[in-house]
């Protein structure tokens, strides 16, 4: 959002004016992806749980991944780990 006049809009957003050369980005999270998502490596799995792209029920049902509070505790100390390791 580098132009001083973005904003961020909120998922139900009404009665938005639009003017020529304005510009609306949207970012969704996810897609239908391909091939079978039980063949997804369990650390990616892990790793959308941890960021909340998929719930705990669908990495379950949709992926066969299952992970306990201190699996997703120790991923995240790691993740934070090597984004310290990245700045340093």
Request: with cysteine; glycine share 12%; aromatic share 2%.
């Amino acid at each position: 959002m580098g132009d001083a006049r973005a904003r961020r809009l909120g998922s139900k957003e009404m009665g938005l004016t639009l003017s020529a050369g304005d510009v609306v980005r949207v970012c969704t999270a996810g897609s239908g992806g391909y091939g079978d998502p039980r063949q997804r490596p369990r650390e990616a799995v892990l790793r959308d749980l941890l960021e909340g792209k998929v719930s705990a029920e669908a990495a379950r049902r949709d992926y066969g991944v299952t992970a306990t509070p201190t699996e997703l505790r120790e991923l995240a100390r790691e993740e934070k780990e090597g984004i310290r390791e990245l700045r340093e």
